[in-house]
C-alpha cells in the first residue's frame, strides 16, 4: 500500500502530461471559457452558492455564515489591487493580525492563488514542457495568462472571501 501510495504521490506531484493533451485543453479552455468576463463573473457565484451552504451547516449558524461571508467580500473588495492577484487582503488595514497571517500562510502553501484557471490556461508553470524557452513559446505562455486572467481573479477572490469567513466563525466558535 505504501509503495502504490507513494508512486501516485509522485505522478500527482511530476505528471507526465503529453504536449498534444495539454495544447487540446488551452485550446478548449481559450474558445469556450477563458476570455470571458460574463463566466468570471459567474464564478464569483460560487462564495453564497457553495461557501454559504458549507459555512453554514459547519458551524451551524446561517446567519452568522451569510453575515461573515458579506463582511469578508466587502473587506476583498476594500483591500488595495494588486494587479495579478486581484484585491490583497494581506495589505488591508481592516484585517487583524492573524488574519492577516492567516491569509498569507494560504498564500504560500499555494491554496489561495494557484488556479485551476492558470493550470489550463497552461500557465501555471512558466517551464511547462520548456516552452518558456523558445520565443513562440514565451508570447504563447503571455497570451494564455492574459485569456487566463478574469477567471484567475475571481477564484482567488472566492477562496480568500471563504477563507476568511470560515476563519472567523471557527474563532467566534471556539
Do not use: C
Amino acid at each position: 500500500v505504501w509503495n502504490e501510495l507513494s508512486a501516485r504521490l509522485e505522478q500527482i506531484m511530476n505528471p507526465n502530461i503529453s504536449p498534444i493533451a495539454q495544447a487540446a485543453t488551452s485550446l478548449g479552455f481559450f474558445w469556450n471559457i477563458g476570455p470571458s468576463i460574463a463566466s468570471a463573473m459567474v464564478n464569483l457565484t460560487q462564495t453564497p452558492l457553495v461557501a454559504y451552504p458549507m459555512l453554514a451547516a459547519r458551524f451551524k449558524a446561517r446567519k452568522s455564515a451569510a453575515v461573515e461571508l458579506a463582511k469578508a467580500s466587502q473587506e476583498y473588495f476594500a483591500a488595495p489591487w494588486e494587479g495579478d492577484k486581484g484585491f490583497n487582503m494581506m495589505a488591508s488595514d481592516r484585517l487583524t493580525a492573524d488574519e492577516r497571517k492567516m491569509i498569507e500562510s494560504l498564500v504560500e502553501d499555494g491554496t489561495i492563488d494557484v488556479t485551476q484557471a492558470h493550470s489550463l490556461a497552461q500557465a501555471a508553470s512558466p517551464d511547462f514542457l520548456n516552452l518558456a524557452q523558445s520565443a513562440h513559446g514565451h508570447q504563447m505562455l503571455k497570451v494564455m495568462r492574459i485569456v487566463s486572467y478574469p477567471f484567475h481573479v475571481a477564484e482567488i477572490a472566492n477562496r480568500q472571501i471563504t477563507a476568511l469567513a470560515a476563519y472567523r466563525l471557527a474563532v467566534n466558535s471556539g
